[in-house]
């Protein structure tokens, strides 16, 4: 089993190490919370251990239902290793109901199901602020080539199509999420990140009530138990 190495990078929610095989990296879970591009910045008790159980879980399932990723295994509550990938510098969102940043593009109620879903692409870069571009700014750019990109957009529908009907099945809306994808070692399209309450909107099907980090975004309160339940709905 791989164990951690040097630290190559520190991210907003996680810290990453390399480890003593080269083709395998390190997640380490902290529970640091920002918002807003970092202009708002808290914590919030337990989210590593929880968000990292709630990122395994749904890698796991994506894996017994068709879709590869990076993850290996969780050798502690904070630690996932993970296949190393070149992450492709585009975020990647789909969204089954009307809210959040398409709330205020499209100016139509929060809370409306959309007809199919909508995938959405983002520049990752946080000194632009993560700005939203489409197929073509991708393919000028070269932050992915075209096979790349529609392999991204059926992976990306492919994730929805598992995790929507698991959650609902579990009393829970998936509402949007966010997605990273990598470059493995053969130049294969991998899905990589997280998936967890920090990535994706999660609503409650009876009452609507918010379980994810707009609690923490729009100073709801509740954050901690938030994750908690959503933790218990999805792995127990
Ligand atoms: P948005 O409505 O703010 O564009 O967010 C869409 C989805 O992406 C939502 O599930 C939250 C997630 N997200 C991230 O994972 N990271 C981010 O930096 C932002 C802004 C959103």
């Known amino acids: 089993m791989a164990t951690s190495g040097k630290m190559i990078a520190e991210g907003k929610a996680k810290r990453i190490y390399e480890t003593d095989d080269p083709e395998f ?16 910045k808290g914590s919030i008790e337990s989210k590593g251990i929880l968000n990292n159980r709630i990122s395994r ?36 969102v ?26 959405e692409y983002f520049y990752k870069d946080d000194d632009l602020g993560d700005p939203m571009i489409n197929d073509e700014h991708i393919l000028i750019f070269s932050w992915a080539t075209r096979e790349e990109l529609d392999e991204i957009h059926r992976q990306a529908l492919a994730v929805n199509a598992v995790l929507e009907p ?10 949007d999420f966010k997605l990273e994808f990598g470059r493995d070692s053969s130049g294969n399209v991998l899905l990589a990140d997280e998936i967890c309450p920090d990535t994706c909107r999660f609503w409650d099907i009876e009452t609507r009530k918010k379980l994810d980090k ?10 901690e138990d938030a994750y908690q339940e959503i933790a218990r709905r999805v792995a127990g």
């Open 57 to 92: 879980r749904f890698f796991e399932l994506l894996r017994e239902n068709g879709v590869d990723n990076h993850f290996v295994d969780c050798p502690s509550e904070r630690e996932m290793l993970v296949r190393k990938v070149e992450i492709i510098p585009v975020e990647t």
């Open 25 to 40: 990296l390190m997640f380490y879970f902290k529970d640091d919370a920002t918002a807003f591009n970092a202009q708002k």
């Open 94 to 119: 789909v969204r089954n109901i009307i809210t959040g940043s398409l709330q205020k593009r499209c100016g139509r109620p929060e809370g409306e199901t959309l007809p199919r879903p909508i995938v």
């Open 214 to 223: 707009d609690r923490f975004r729009q100073d709801m309160g509740g954050v």
């Open 166 to 175: 698991f959650m609902r099945e579990r009393g829970v809306l998936l509402v």
